[in-house]
């Protein structure tokens, strides 16, 4: 072996980003395989690769130079990461779990025939599945690529029977199978982290609020303000499936609150955007106890440092700002910490998140707003 690094991370974006800075204090050495050396995590990296998640030849180059290879996506080769297992390479999470993490139909699957709660669905295979159903469960319906969305991206709302005729139609057209769902009328929805070492050890994170604006996280709020019962079932729920899935590193379960009770809506098997606010909102970051758990290192603990966390994410509005003076305004808003990821700006583009600690929740939700939107500009 010719190790240069303790961890390899597939995929250069903000949580490659993130897990770097998380491991300069621990003293872990990470490589990371980068599309373009202009992404954010590449640029702050000292050592990077240049690559395509796609090239089996990139990723064997990257699990041979590093004691445990993990991910900053899940859009990887799962036949790839099969035959660099059986090579015996250390895979974090297994390939097992990435072929779960990037299928939506797989999950929906997974969890049903575990008991666990997921909206009603069906895998369409022909349009007239999805007609089917849509009659049964009344429109609106949701549809779902099975893979490769993110942000909202590869989801539609679909009012109509002749929209889900021409939608299924050009999924089908394309080879890509779309799970449907009823449009579930949701109260709010929550996610939940958790971490698991190979051994089996797990530390959950408190359930936290999220809110989306047109399909993407814009704000969390820790802890969620909804009754104990709902903590306890998601802890319950991210347990139980970390387990069924043997997952190492992190998972973040994303849930629906429909009716006073939680649905499965998806999972990640990485650091994941609603865990951004335990950099300083909780003991441990998602991105220092990622980092533990692929090394199979002792969890740290996952409490909150305060009361009440928000985390607001920078999303680029539709000008331009100047971004010397957009940070200038941020950093006067009392307590904001900012992270910036090094994109360039793009209207509707992620550049970056906010987050805000402290006794008061309307305090800290206004402050981290306020500096959020100093840096989206318009
Ligand atoms: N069946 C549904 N009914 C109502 N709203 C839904 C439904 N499915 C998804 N949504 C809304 O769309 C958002 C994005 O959906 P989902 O999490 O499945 O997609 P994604 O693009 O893979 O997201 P991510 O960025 O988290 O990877 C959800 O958080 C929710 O607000
Ligand atoms: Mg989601």
């Known amino acids: 072996l010719n190790e240069t690094a303790d961890v390899g991370i597939v995929g250069a974006g903000q949580l490659a980003r993130m897990m770097l800075q998380a491991a300069i204090p621990l003293g872990l050495r990470v490589q990371v395989l980068a599309a373009s050396p202009s992404d954010g995590g590449a640029i702050v990296a000292s050592n990077v690769v240049i690559g395509s998640p796609d090239d089996p030849e990139a990723l064997r180059a990257i699990a041979q130079s590093c004691r445990a290879l993990t991910f900053d996506h899940e859009l990887v080769s799962v036949p790839v990461l099969q035959q660099l297992e059986a090579e015996g390479y250390c895979i974090r999470p297994a390939s097992s779990v990435m072929a779960v993490s990037q299928d939506k139909r797989l999950q929906r699957d997974l969890f049903s025939s575990c008991g666990l709660p997921v909206p009603r669905y069906a895998i369409v295979q022909e349009i007239e599945e999805a007609e089917r159903f849509a009659d049964e469960t009344e429109y609106p319906v949701a549809v779902k690529a099975a893979r490769g969305g993110y942000d909202g991206r590869g989801i539609w709302k679909v009012e109509t029977e002749n929209q889900l005729k021409d939608l299924t139609g050009s999924l089908l057209a394309r080879e890509i199978t779309p799970v449907i769902e009823p449009w579930v009328r949701l109260e709010r929805e929550v996610a939940i982290l958790i971490a698991r070492r190979p051994g089996g050890e797990t530390v959950v994170y408190p359930l936290v609020e999220t809110v989306q604006e047109r399909g993407m996280l814009k704000e969390l709020v820790a802890p969620a303000e909804v009754p104990e019962s709902l903590h306890e079932t998601a802890a319950w729920i991210a347990i139980e499936v970390a387990s069924a899935l043997e997952v190492v590193g992190l998972l973040a379960v994303e849930f629906f609150v429909v009716d006073g009770e939680l649905w499965i809506n998806e999972i990640a098997t990485r650091p994941h955007n609603s865990g951004h606010y335990t950099i300083e909102g909780t003991v441990t970051s998602q991105f220092e106890q ?61 550049l970056g998140h906010v987050t805000v600690a402290g006794d008061d929740l309307e305090l800290v939700r206004s402050r981290a707003r306020a500096a959020a939107a100093y840096l989206a500009g318009g």
């Open 290 to 350: 990622h980092l533990r758990a692929v090394l199979d290192l002792p969890l740290g603990a996952t409490g909150l440092t305060a009361p009440h966390v928000v985390t607001v994410n920078v999303v680029g509005s539709e000008t331009q700002q100047d971004s010397d003076q957009s940070l200038r305004d941020a950093l006067t808003v009392p307590g904001a910490h900012v992270h910036l990821y090094g994109k360039s700006w793009r209207p509707g583009r992620k």
